[in-house]
């Protein structure tokens, strides 16, 4: 069964860089079949996609978000990374990472690790 | 950007009944929208793909429909287990969300 693991700092202060890590055991992040994205969600508001990444290293990134986004693989690990620079109060959100499949007819997560909260706060 | 507007923003339903969510793209997606189920302090839960495929695993009750602009979400005989917040997604340009439909029991 696929698992997917959000790990990281619960806190950040202002300016400062968020930096996540999703660890995925179950399956092999190479699979040339999926993508892998991070998909956040600000306390009691909607989804929003951050960006995707295949293992070779392809990204691409919510173009609202694309100035102070890192994405990045570690193949050897099984694990996707990512970085969001300068952040503010809007950017504490519960943080998911989840396998993006495409389908043939658009793309779709189909798992998904249970959500890290990140609090931006001095 | 492709803006994804759903309707309504909540509704209440008692078990038994049939539930219809709209979403409503602002450009034609082709048939890129999938549709999500999320529950309280939990993950989505992937329920449709490609507008009218039901993801493996989850119960037939579910059923999606639509093209281009317009799509809905069916649930045919809602259940007390599927009480929770509904989002559509497209992935036709980038990928972005509806703002949810959260389904309460009357």
């Known amino acids: 069964q696929l698992q997917l693991q959000e790990s990281g700092p619960g806190l950040v202060k202002p300016s400062e860089t968020l930096s996540l890590t999703c660890t995925v055991s179950?399956?092999?992040?190479?699979?040339?079949?999926?993508?892998w994205g991070w998909i956040r969600q600000p306390p009691g508001k909607g989804l929003e996609w951050i960006g995707s990444?295949?293992?070779?290293?392809?990204?691409y990134y919510n173009p609202s978000l694309k100035s102070r986004l890192t994405i990045s693989v570690d193949t050897s690990k099984n694990q996707i990374s990512l970085k969001l620079s300068s952040v503010t109060a809007a950017d504490t959100a519960v943080y998911y990472c989840?396998?993006?499949?495409?389908?043939?007819?658009?793309?779709?997560?189909?798992?998904w690790g249970q959500g890290t909260l990140v609090t931006v706060s001095s | 950007d492709i803006q994804m507007t759903q309707s309504p923003s909540s509704l209440s339903a008692s078990v038994g009944d049939r539930v219809t969510i709209t979403c409503r793209a602002s450009?034609?997606?082709?048939?890129?929208l999938n549709w999500y189920q999320q529950k309280p302090g939990k993950a989505p839960k992937l329920l449709i793909y490609?507008?009218?495929s039901l993801q493996s695993g989850v119960p037939s009750r579910f059923s999606g429909s639509g093209s281009g602009t317009d799509f809905t979400l069916t649930i045919s005989s809602v259940q007390r287990e599927d009480f929770a917040t509904y989002y559509c997604?497209?992935?036709?340009?980038?990928?972005?969300f509806g703002q949810g439909t959260k389904v309460e029991i009357k």
């Open positions: 450009q034609s997606i082709r048939n890129y």
């Open positions: 490609a507008a009218s």
């Open positions: 989840a396998r993006n499949v495409d389908g043939g007819f658009g793309d779709y997560f189909d798992y």
């Open positions: 179950g399956g092999s992040i190479s699979s040339s079949s999926y993508y």
């Open positions: 997604q497209q992935s036709y340009n980038t990928k972005t």
């Open positions: 990444i295949y293992y070779s290293g392809y990204t």
